[in-house]
């Protein structure tokens, strides 16, 4: 059991009711559903925002799902050539660690707010321990589905529907990968305390994040037009964005990351400047798409500075 007590880290047991219990507080708040799967009781994604953006849509991508298609999705690393389901959850560039860490085996991961895509089938394929978690119980229930179809060990995964802000897990992990999932917690500061203590001393915690001076991105999140911002508008009300939801600002986060106890190793812009708003309305491998792509890592990528790129990437280790 890696999930420990939420009030004073202690471990946490079964009982016979299928509740997670604390010797000293009692109840935890969670229970553990079957084999695999925990859930934490208080732990609503209040917008339903997942549900409604993402869920609907799933079926669609994975429903033919196999080996197959899993293999030919892990080969498609670039934005121009990302397979849709991964694109369609934020996914700019596959395996980005890779440079700085090399291949993840035979470690303990632990995938923060995981929704549904390719790193939990990918790491379990790499023989590598997991536990993940999501706020949003339909996408933790959806993920395991789709393992299922997989023949990925499901037996080295646990998962749970949980909040970052509220966790505890024990010290136990050599990777934690936040993919996507900081710009949506409002205490972050919480969020990355409680992932400092799950960390192993020699650990590297993964981060991935859209950045909110990326400008088309700043258009439609910007308060500053309010409430006559047509653009905002629209990605509200079909749920594209969340209400209110607002992306990294990555001076904030650096200073967050010291301040938790955490040094950053490296820093990386992800490069799509054209492509990130413009690949969604093509199809993949095109030659437009191709293009786009070429003329980012050529050109954009080499002129353009950081504080404009679409999303921003992270390896931090422990103080
Ligand atoms: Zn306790």
């Known amino acids: 059991m890696y999930f420990l007590c939420p009030h004073c880290r202690d471990e946490l047991s079964l009982n016979a009711g ?55 999705c892990l080969g498609r690393q670039e934005l121009w050539e990302m397979d849709e389901a991964n694109r369609h959850v934020g996914i700019t560039k596959k395996f980005w660690w890779e440079r700085y860490l090399g291949k993840i085996e035979n470690k303990r991961v632990l995938d923060v707010g995981s929704g549904v895509n390719y790193i939990v089938p990918y790491l379990l394929r790499s023989d590598n321990e997991v536990v993940a978690f999501d706020v949003c119980a339909e996408s933790v229930r959806y993920q395991r589905k789709m393992l299922g179809r997989l023949s990925v060990p499901i037996d080295r995964l ?53 950045n909110y001076y990326y400008p088309p991105r700043w258009i439609i999140e910007t308060d500053v037009f309010d409430p006559f911002n047509a653009v905002k508008n629209f990605f509200v009300r079909n749920y594209l964005i969340e209400q209110g939801e607002k992306a990294v600002i990555f001076s904030e986060l650096a200073s967050l990351l010291a301040e938790t106890g955490f040094r950053v190793d490296h820093r990386m812009k992800d490069e799509n400047y054209l492509s990130y708003f413009t690949v969604y309305w093509m199809r993949e491998r095109s030659l437009l798409a191709r293009t786009f ?27």
């Open 158 to 210: 646990t998962s749970a529907v949980a909040d970052v802000e509220q966790i505890e897990l024990s010290q136990a992990f050599d990777v934690v990968n936040v993919n996507n999932v900081l710009h949506h917690v409002d205490d972050k500061l919480a969020a990355l305390s409680r992932l400092h203590r799950c960390l192993n001393d020699d650990g590297k915690l993964m981060i991935v994040e859209p």
């Open 293 to 319: 792509g070429w003329c980012d890592r050529v050109i954009l990528g080499n002129v353009l500075p950081r504080i404009l790129a679409p999303f921003e990437y992270i390896v931090a280790s422990k103080v």
């Open 18 to 72: 299928g509740r997670l219990v604390c010797a000293t507080c009692g109840d935890s708040g969670a229970r553990q559903m079957d084999e695999g799967l925990i859930f934490f009781d208080r732990c609503q994604d209040t917008h339903n925002f997942f549900e409604k953006q993402a869920l609907e849509q799933l079926d669609r991508f994975y429903q033919d799902y196999d080996d197959q298609r899993f293999e030919d």
